[in-house]
């Protein structure tokens, strides 16, 4: 039998017969790495044990503590235990895909029952039982339509559905997890025991159309998280209770921030608070690009589908936008507008307006700009997901040889925001070149290494996402951890070589011949609806003083100090502190408590003595002890807590 010779990560090489199995490699190394392994990395792809290896080769084995390759296995391995333990407990039920997602899996099922929280507690019982059989994991090749044939025996119309999909040339690849057989690219496991039978916990059920198309069946999503060991798993369900308590849906309703209702899904009403904190954060912002060079424009709304024909975004797009049709001046053919649902081609028409040299260059245009994307109502959440949304956006026109410059001026503005907003900890993606893309190879080599060494510059990690990129051009991603360890992408910056040429961007270059400039797409908040969102769940409402709708309540104890909480509030209100005075005839616990669920950071209470000393009683939010302080030293030090960071 032919040789052949695989290299270790080591860079150690040894032979092999051909056809030699991962698994069989694993037990040639030591009989501890065969028990242990759980997959093989075969010239850097995902490889199952059990398969063949045909040629020369890097391998790497795998074992539960590579985490990342651990994760996906045990998650997408309890898939397959999840769905034959709903069959040996409802043999009826038929099964339809499981894919592996963040923190878990999920499977749908079509049952004509809906699965009841009790039902959820039997198939994690039965599941546990498939992982302490230990049952083999097997995996075979088989001829396509063999493949049909049993699954119309088994009467699973889903699966056999999937099958049809493959074009008729193609092999089919089965599993078996013990009896009970799936079809699967693999890989998995080797038995169902290599799963941690703690770890897990399936959450909940949800409605889900077959193929995700409403006009399909309804099927039943089972949703469920899986880690390698208990104490991963506990610390994911604390965290989602932690995040519950700081749902920023339910603060949003205690501190009568903003609604959202059916008549216009996915569109926020604002309330006099939460408008307040949108638009100090939209001041903020401004003054800090306008300091970083921006100029700030405003574009229409509503713009004719020619504009948008034009950009691609009508071929490209048009499901994601909402249509607009007038009946301009009653004539017979109605006119077809969109509601922009980015700001881009709008900014290169401001752009074209004139001739450009490239001493116009770089030229870095801002809005904040508002746009419409349609999202299925199913998928819509609070702030963090919506139809109606305001971009901090901006887009800089820029020769090749400026984009590095730019990009590093870009981070330190991030970097600077995202720390004045309470953010230290983001990380850094860079995502290249993808196989299908516009612009030549030398383009995509300078905008690519310009990226790189503007990170590089600050001294910031990064990961690179090879292949990740838009057809369009690289860009870097940004993504901040919140204080509960989450994560939320919310920055990006991207290089555009498509855009600008479709639209007839030019600029007269040094050598007096006409040019296409780059367009750099960029963000740093992403929109002011969903970052909202990020912050107040990150704060759990106790926003930084600066942001806080309601600064300052100024407590009367008993009535006779009334005059003169209406002077301190007057007195704070002067110095621009947001503050109100509550001379309501409560107690004042009572108005704490009250004032406390409102998030409100300081009360102030007034009783007798303080009127006599010129004193207030001051208490801050989360606190329990008051501090009596002369009002003149409290007046200062609010009115410099009550300005932005960058005006400090
Ligand atoms: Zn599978
Ligand atoms: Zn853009």
Known sequence: MAQISLTFPDGNKRDFASGVTAAEVAAAISPGLAKKAVSALVDGAPFDLQWPIEGDARIAIHTLQDEAVALELIRHDLAHIMARAVQELWPEVKVTIGPVIKDGWYYDFDRAEPFSAEDLGAIEAKMKQIINARDPVKTE????????????????????????????????RMYWHGPWQDLCRGPHLQHTGQVPADSFKLMSV???????????????????????????????????????????????????????????????????????????LEDYMRRRQRGAGYQEIRTPQVVDRVLWERSGHWEAYRENMFIVEVDEDGAKEKRINALKPMNCPCHVQVYNQGLKSYRNLPLRLAEFGSCHRYESSGSMHGLMRVRGFTQDDA??????????????????????????????????????????????????????GALEQAINGLGLPYQIAEGDGSFYGPKLDFKLTDAIGREWQCGTFQCDFNLPDRLGAEYVGEDGAKHTPVMLHRAILGSFERFIGIMIENYAGRLPFWLAPRQVVVAAIVSDADAYVHQVVAALKARGVRAEADVRNEKINYKVREHSVGKVPVILAIGMKEVEERTVSLRRLGDTKTETLSFDTVLDDLATAALAPDLV
């Not at 119309?152 to 699966?159: G, I, N, T, Y």
């Not at 099927?219 to 932690?242: G, P, W």
């Not at 995202?418 to 995509?444: A, C, M, N, Q």
Request: charged letters at 30%; aromatic letters at 12%.
């Open 395 to 448: 887009h800089i026109f820029a020769t090749p040889d400026q984009i590095e410059t730019e990009c590093a001026s870009f981070i330190a503005l991030l970097t600077s925001v995202y720390h004045d907003l309470g953010f230290d900890r983001f990380e850094i993606k860079l995502s290249t070149r993808p196989d299908v893309r516009v612009g030549s190879d030398e383009v995509w080599d300078k905008a690519e």
């Open 141 to 172: 090749v088989w001829e396509r339509d063999a493949a049909i044939a049993f699954y119309k025996a088994k009467d699973e119309p889903f699966k056999v559905e999937l099958v049809e999909a493959i074009p008729a040339d193609q092999k089919i």
């Open 206 to 280: 949800a409605g889900a159309y077959w193929r995700g198309d409403s006009r399909n069946k309804q099927l039943q999503r089972i949703y469920a998280v899986a880690f390698r060991n208990r104490e991963d798993l506990k610390a994911h369900l604390t965290m989602l209770e932690e995040a519950a308590k700081r749902d920023h849906r339910r603060l949003g309703k205690e501190m009568e921030l903003f609604h959202l209702q059916e008549e216009a899904p996915g569109m926020v009403f604002w309330h006099p608070n939460g408008w307040l904190i949108y638009r100090t």
